[in-house]
Structures are given as C-alpha cells and as structure tokens.
C-alpha cells in the first residue's frame, strides 16, 4: 500500500511503513471481544450421518426436483435396468433419499427405501439410511413427537434399534426447528429406557436451551437429568451457563455459577476465566477485569492470548489506557505477542481519550514489529482523528484505505461525513459516499441516509448563523460543544 503521507505523519510519530490490510476486517473494536470458542466442545457428528451425505464415485449425481414418489422409482428404477450403469452402492442410495427426503413427505421417503430394498439386491438399509430418516421426521412440522417415534420404531423393527447417535441427531435437528422442549422430552425418554445421550448430545441441548429458553428450564432438565441416569454437569456444562449469563451482563449469577462450579469438584480453566472477564468488558468494569485475571495468576491458571487480548481491551474501554498498555510488554514476556486485535484495542481506547495521535504512534510500534494492521484499524484511527477535529489527517488517512482497498465501516464513515460537512467540504462528503457505495462499504440507503440528515442539520445551522460561528471557533482552536450532529 505504500507510506502514509508525511503531513499525516508528526515529528513525535513519524509513520513509516504501513502493510497491506487482509480482505476479511475483523470485528469492529467498540463492539465485545468476538465468542471465545471452548477447545472442548467439538461438534458431534457420527460417521455414519457423514457417509449417508457421501454419494457413489461411480454412478452419476443425481438431486430430485419433485416430490413426486412414481417419478422418483421411475428414476431408480432406470438407473438399475442401466447395462452401463455400475451396481447401486448404499452411498448412492443413501444420496437419492437424502435429497428426496428434503422435498418429500415422510411416507414417501419410507416407501422409496422399501423399493430400494426390493428392487436392488445389493441394497441392505443400514444406520446412516434410518438415520436420514430420522432428520426427516425431526424437521417436519408437527406438534407432538409422532413421526420421530414412527422411525425409532421402524429402526428398532428392521433390526437397528437407536443408539447415541440416534439420541444425537434427533436432539440436533429438532433444536434446529426451534423444538427444545421436544429435544428435552425425547432425552427423558431414551433415559427412562437406560440410553441416556452422551456428554456431547447433553452440552449441546445445554447450549441451545441457554440460548432459547430460560435459566429455569435449564436448571430444571439438569436437575431431571440426574434423576433419571448418571449424566451430571461437567466443566464444559457450567461454562456454557456461565458464558450465558454473561452475554446477559448478569455477572452476579455468573460468580454464583463459578461458585457451585469449584463446589462440585471442578477447577476453572482458562477459558471460564476469559468467559467472565469477558463479561466484566460488556460492562465497561475494568477493576473487576484485572480483579479476574490476577485470580486466575493466584489460582495458577495460566493465561493465554485471548485473556490478554480481553484484558486490555477491557481496560482501555474503561478509561484505563495506560494500565492496558503496559500488557503489552507483559504478554510478550509470558510468549504471546500482540495482534491486531490487541493494538486495535489500545487504540481505540486512546482515541476515546482525545489522544489519536498516540494511536498513530501504536500505528508505527504495530507495524515496526511485523503485526500489520487491518480494516479495523484503520477505521478505528479515521474515527478518532474526525472527533478531534484533526480532519486533514483524516483525509489523508481515508486515501491510503482507499488506496488499499479497505472498506469503510458504518461508524467511522458516519463520522468522517459530519465532518467534512460541518467544514463546508459537501463535495468530499459526495465523493465518499460514492466510494461506500461503489465498494459496498455500506448499503445505497443506509450510506444516502447519513449523507442527507447530516446535510439537513448543516441547513438549519446556516439558518439560525450557527455554522458561520462554529466555523470561527473551530479556526481559533476552540470547540464547539453546544453543536451537536445527527
């Protein structure tokens, strides 16, 4: 992308190098850090479902259009009278209900696999083929459990009773209907029948019941659950609580939680420590961040690239700049070096406090030790040189994003716009809508819509002679507190 102007630059922060951003920005700096994924939830997926969706090397690719259950034997039976075509394999049979089964009704897709078995003699149904079966019933509408019981029982009738993979694709696609409660209730019963699902199917029925349903509820199938087999709560099953409440900024429930977590055996790790800070940063407590970390030091859990990357987002949006940029040399001495999560962070926390010109500093430190900034950095620097009033920087700086390629976000592009107008710059104001527009920075509307209220207020400023006298203050350096843009 080249250099950064030299009258972006200042003689205390000269800027020299800046690299090309990546093509994907990450998420904006204002916004929570992004999820925190647990290293010990791995998505469940049975082999067997994974080969039903794995079609023949061999026979040609075929996907059913109508639902009409004659066309489809028609189509399988020509297939199998084919003297080129080689022998149907159970891949391939499977494949066929597959997509007939997103298209048909229930009835038809059992009929379909009663013809296979007829017509094709190499064709045996194994669990993969009643488990597609089993999605089906799972994702119909219906108000009771009916069709799901219709193929356990047809399983359990051809010889292949459920199993925990059942349990499993049958909890993950009704909760995918939005059917939880018919989630829970199936679980109750496979666990009456000594077939309680597995500490997978279990965490995630967590997950989604945290998600949809009140704490309540949660609580009351936990409680159910122990009741009717052995399967308790584990790490993995209190984190997801604690993650939950803390998206609900409910950090006294979280710390109950914690609680009754070490009181059933288990030790924090590092992830449950990262999930309350993250909380904590939700509300803007950045005492309480630090608080987290320096008990998960007391308690000898070592912290990772993503707690640091919390902490110190979590006290520059709380004000406390320079405690958040002293873990920079602290991470590095415990071997995580900074990214451009961390320095977007700090930056934005020092153009919170008036002081962009030290985030272009960090621009040069970031760059110098091979970290290149993004997107979000970018942004982040535009929108805090617009509210300093440093528009010529900020001009300069929007020309090299656009030089290379960066999008403009929602918030840094409405900011750059009020202020090109509040300094009688429409044209520039025009050509930057154009450019939002044309790299789909920003919608036709929603770019248009911030353009034209902020050219509204410009209007009534210059009626009532208030442009004209914030004009004069901003020339003589003064602010103009009192003016307030949409």
């Known amino acids: 992308m080249g250099k950064l102007p030299p009258s972006l630059r200042s003689a205390k922060f000269p800027i020299t190098l800046l690299k090309n951003p990546p093509s994907i920005p990450p998420q904006l700096p204002q916004s929570p850090p992004p999820t925190i994924q647990h290293p010990h939830i791995p998505k469940k997926i049975p082999k067997k479902l994974k080969s039903s969706n794995t079609q023949s090397r061999n026979p040609p690719s075929i996907t059913f259009n109508s639902p009409n259950l004659s066309e489809a034997k028609t189509l399988f039976n020509s297939l199998t009278k084919s003297s080129k075509s080689p022998p149907l394999d159970i891949k391939f049979c499977n494949s066929l209900l597959q997509s007939f089964s997103s298209i048909s009704t229930l009835q038809d897709s059992i009929s379909l696999v009663n013809h296979f078995v007829k017509t094709q003699p190499t064709f045996s149904p194994d669990r993969s083929t009643y488990h597609i079966l089993l999605n089906q019933s799972c994702k119909l509408p219906n108000p009771s459990l009916s069709y799901v019981h219709q193929i356990l029982n047809y399983m359990t009738t051809h010889n292949c009773p459920p ?25 109750k019963e496979f666990c009456h029948k000594n077939l309680p699902p597995d500490s997978y199917t279990y965490n995630f029925l967590i997950k989604q019941l945290c998600k949809n349903r009140t704490m309540s509820t949660v609580d009351n199938f936990i409680k159910e659950m122990k009741e ?3 399967l308790k709560p584990d790490l993995v ?9 803390c998206n609900g900024k409910n950090l006294r429930e979280a710390t109950r939680l914690l609680g009754v977590l070490i009181e059933e055996g288990f030790k924090p790790d590092c992830y449950v420590y990262n999930t309350i800070m993250k909380g904590y940063c939700m509300l803007s407590q950045g005492g309480e961040i630090l608080g987290v970390y320096k008990k998960m030091q007391k308690e000898g859990v070592k912290p990772d690239l993503v707690t640091y990357n919390i902490l110190i987002f979590g006290l520059s949006k709380s004000g406390r700049v320079k405690e958040a940029r002293k873990f920079l040399d602290v991470m590095v ?3 995580h070096f900074p990214d451009a999560v961390t320095y977007t962070s ?3 926390g020092m153009c919170r406090q008036g002081d962009p010109l030290g985030a272009l500093a960090l621009l040069e430190e970031m760059d110098a030790k091979g970290c290149s900034p993004n997107s979000c950095t970018y942004n982040t620097l535009l929108h805090g040189l617009c509210k300093s009033r440093l528009l010529e ?8 994003m656009k030089d290379g390629g960066m999008k403009l976000e929602t918030g840094s592009y409405g900011t750059f716009v009020r202020a090109l107008c509040r300094n009688g710059r429409i044209a520039e104001a025009y050509e930057v809508f154009d450019h939002a527009v044309e790299s789909k920075s920003l919608t036709e509307v929603a770019a248009y819509s911030t353009l034209e209220s902020t050219l509204k207020w410009l209007k009534n400023a210059k009626e009532h002679g208030l442009a004209a006298q914030q004009k004069n203050e901003t020339d003589q350096g003064g602010a103009v507190s ?3 843009l949409p």
Do not use: P, Q
């Open 228 to 230: 009717f087999s052995d």
């Open 333 to 335: 001495e415990m071997g």
């Open 163 to 187: 199993n925990k993979d059942s349990i499993d694709i049958a909890v993950r696609a009704l909760c995918s209907s939005g059917r939880e409660e018919d989630a829970v209730e199936l679980v």
């Open 482 to 484: 009192f003016l307030v």
């Open 346 to 348: 700090l930056m934005n």
């Open 393 to 400: 920087k900020g001009i300069e700086l929007y020309g090299v």
């Open 237 to 245: 099953t209190h984190t997801i609580m604690i993650d939950n409440v």
